[in-house]
Nanobody
Framework: QVQLVESGGGLVQAGGSLRLSCAAS????????MAWFRRAPGKERESVAT???????NYADSVKGRFTISRDNAKNTVYLQMNSLNTEDTAVYYC????????????WGQGTQVTVSS
């Protein structure tokens, strides 16, 4: 059974940092592209960062230079280091996985809340 379990969310002041983790199980992690998405109140879900099986990364313009996605294939875990947080980063953050070459993300975590206070 596929499971993606996020952790690390919380309340932080503007300018602060958080590190999200997503522990994956039930599939061949090394063969999957991983991603972080977020949904802010009243907004559509958006892609924040992706990392493919080879470690190539991609970021939304709004987080470039502040967020870093990484993966540890030995631990079946993907991370999102978030620095210089601002109130617009407040959202529920979701981890997602798709098979290399797939066009959509069939596997999702339950989400973790990140709240940035001013």
């Amino acid at each position: 059974q596929v499971q993606l379990v996020e952790s690390g969310g919380g309340l932080v002041q503007a300018g602060g940092s958080l590190r999200l983790s997503c522990a994956a199980s039930g599939f061949s992690f090394i063969n999957y592209n991983m991603a972080w998405f977020r949904r802010a109140p009243g907004k559509e879900r958006e892609s924040v960062a992706t990392i493919n099986r080879n470690g190539v990364t991609n970021y939304a313009d709004s987080v470039k230079g502040r967020f870093t996605i990484s993966r540890d294939n030995a631990k079946n875990t993907v991370y999102l280091q978030m620095n210089s947080l601002n109130t617009e980063d407040t959202a529920v953050y979701y981890c997602a996985a798709r098979y290399t070459g797939g066009s959509s993300y069939p596997y999702w975590g339950q989400g973790t809340q990140v709240t940035v206070s001013s």
